[in-house]
């Protein structure tokens, strides 16, 4: 370990003994190099440590299925985010832990409610004879699917924000001659 590392080290170690003081919850250094100390409430919160205005920064870490960083952007806006914290005590940080718990807490909510529209959207075209689904990133919820029925193509598509994209084209596999218009103009075809 060079000397940059034994200075980052030590002060992990001063970072995880500051906050293991000011609260009874199941803390532990967290990442390589990384000032990161992990508060493991029921959501993980990560302190890192001081930062170039000797502040501590709070962070909340998530794999919340359909929550993007805009969604994330929407939900911290509703809440008034505490003060930056230079020098730590119990109350500073109860603060930003009740802060980030509204806000882990209606994350959860939000992407439950997006879970739910897929499943629901999902039932639906299950049903559906003849439908081919492909999912192109399953580990993420995305999904893609496409019927051609009666000259038509349906087809959707999940992103990993949850938003279910539909779409309805006219398909028709022909020549493209004046007869075969002619014809498809007067659903002869």
Not at 17 to 35: C, H, I, P, R, Y
Not at 81 to 101: D, F, Q, R, S, T
Not at 148 to 169: A, H, P, T
Request: overall charge positive.
């Amino acid at each position: 370990m060079n000397d940059y590392q034994k200075e980052q080290n030590k002060k992990r170690q001063e970072l995880l003994k500051t906050v293991k003081s000011f609260t009874n919850e199941a803390v532990k250094l967290e990442g390589g190099d990384s000032m990161a100390v992990k508060i493991t409430k029921d959501f993980p919160i990560y302190i890192r440590g001081k930062n170039f205005n000797n502040q501590y920064t709070f962070s909340l870490w998530h794999k919340l299925k359909y929550i993007t960083h805009s969604d994330r952007n929407r939900v911290e806006e509703k809440y008034q985010k505490p003060n930056n914290i230079g020098v730590m005590n119990a109350k500073k940080l109860e603060a930003w832990v009740k802060y980030l718990k509204l806000i882990y807490l209606d994350l959860c909510q939000l992407s439950k409610d997006k879970q739910n529209k897929v499943d629901t959207f999902m039932t639906k075209v299950k049903k559906i004879k003849d439908l081919k689904l492909g999912g192109y990133n399953l580990s993420e919820g995305e999904f893609r699917g496409t019927l051609v029925k009666g000259g038509l193509d349906y087809s959707f598509e999940i992103n990993r924000s949850g938003y279910i994209n539909e779409k309805i084209e006219v398909h028709y596999a022909t020549d493209e001659t004046l007869e075969n218009f002619l014809k498809l103009a007067d659903n002869k075809l």
